[in-house]
């Protein structure tokens, strides 16, 4: 890609922007961009009228000839030659235009996408199997909050007397988790017509797998909104399915009590990570949802600067309108909430599974060394040698991102 400094554009020169999709933003905002360089801007409406006109290569001179012509009223006043060149270079700079006189500006580099086949997604997309997924989801909900939400108990992630064997089959399940709510994205997603792809990335002290749709703005506000629920309805589903296999009384059934305890630790885990949505602190996707329908852009930027100023206690800079005002109050209050949820999760589920885990572990380890009991030494040594690859792990992605 050329620089924009070092761009040369006169009045006779031919532009060529690249295919532009235009979706409404906020209240005098739309987003333009370009699928194929994945690159999206918000900018002010009035900017729809160039794009319509430049959409075809022109020279700039014929295009603000029309564009005085078409938008006389323009409250930037008259289309000058000089105004559509700051335009073109504007766009150059967030990789819009192609060609300038027949030269490249931006070449368009393939990015890895993960592709699903378009017969399952039309499928597993299909009202029948969404009502389905609905359904479920209502289940597991209704069957949670009847149980008191006994299935956040730290105690049912120990579901095992061998230490290695709950965490191999925490693993399992969490592996199994991110493969059916990422999937639920990506089908999803590929109803739209997008690909993408994810990767390792972390919120604070959490390991976690970020799915991306650079084009994601080609789409609708609904198609997007529908995007980002996805992966929490699959969970919810998931949950659904799991409460037909949960007897009510272990006890009093042929269901073995290992496998109602391991049912447990997957429900755990299930609604760990649905919770997770609520910690609204950091850009989860219920974060998205709100931000979608409310219809503002930067809601986490305005309200993460507006909870620093009022701790700051200096003023707040951004300006806003009086609706956009009290939206962004709103998520403020949100946003302490999150951070209040987001404790009370850590130290009601998190730290008491991993003070067990980790003081556990080094009871088996000692245990098993000083009686001979090779079996119970390696459960131990086994657990603490895979924490240790999850720390290392974590750190490598943080340091990478920096």
């Known amino acids: 890609m050329s620089e924009t400094r070092d761009l040369n554009i006169t009045t006779n020169s031919k532009i060529k922007l690249f295919p532009l999709t235009i979706q409404p933003g906020r209240k005098g905002k739309i987003i333009i961009g370009s699928k194929r360089t994945n690159s999206f801007i918000i900018i002010d409406s009035y900017w729809e009228k160039f794009v319509e006109v430049a959409k075809k290569e022109k020279k700039v001179s ?34 819009l235009v192609e060609k300038i006189d027949g030269k490249t ?12 086949n378009p017969k399952l997604t039309n499928i597993l997309g299909s009202k029948p199997f969404v009502l389905v997924y609905f359904f479920l989801a209502l289940f597991g909900l209704f069957f949670t909050v009847l149980n008191g939400f006994s299935v956040l108990d730290p105690q049912n992630f120990f579901w095992s007397g061998y230490l290695s064997v ?36 972390n919120r604070l002290q959490f390991l976690v797998v970020e799915s991306k749709f650079p084009n994601m703005y080609s789409i609708t506000k609904r198609g997007r909104i529908i995007v980002f629920l996805s992966g929490t309805l699959i969970d919810l589903a998931t949950v659904g399915v799991l409460y037909f296999f949960l007897p009510i009384n272990p006890k009093h059934t042929n269901t073995p ?41 930067n809601l986490y930027t305005y309200a993460k600067k507006r909870t620093m100023s009022f701790i700051k ?3 707040n800079p951004v300006l806003l309108s009086k609706r956009e005002n009290n939206i962004v109050n709103i998520y403020t209050a949100l ?7 987001g404790i ?20 088996n380890l000692f245990t098993g060394v000083f009686t001979n009991n090779f079996v119970l030494s390696m459960d131990g040594f086994v657990v603490l040698i895979i924490e240790l690859i999850f720390v290392t792990l974590f750190v490598r992605v943080i340091t990478k991102k920096k």
């Open 257 to 297: 009590l290992a496998v109602s305890a391991l049912i447990k630790q997957f429900l755990l885990l299930e609604w760990v990570a649905i919770l997770w949505q609520f910690l609204f602190y950091m850009k989860t996707d219920f974060y998205f949802v709100v931000k979608e329908m409310l219809g503002i852009e």
């Open 62 to 95: 014929k295009i603000a000839e029309k564009l005085r012509k078409e938008d006389p009223n323009n409250f930037i006043g008259s289309y000058s030659t000089s105004k559509v060149k700051l335009m073109f270079l504007f766009f150059a700079m967030y990789k």
């Open 335 to 341: 946003f302490v909430f999150g951070t209040i949820f």
């Open 313 to 315: 206690r200096d003023e």
């Open 344 to 363: 009370w999760r850590y130290l009601t589920i998190h730290l008491p599974i991993t003070i067990r885990f980790i003081f556990q572990s080094l009871s």
């Open 105 to 116: 500006v931006f070449e368009n580099k393939r990015i890895t996408a993960i592709r699903i």
């Open 166 to 201: 709950t965490f191999l089959t925490y693993f399992v399940f969490t592996v199994v988790m991110i493969v059916v709510h990422e999937f639920a994205h990506f089908v999803a997603a590929r109803k739209f017509g997008l690909t993408g792809n994810f990767s390792l990335s």
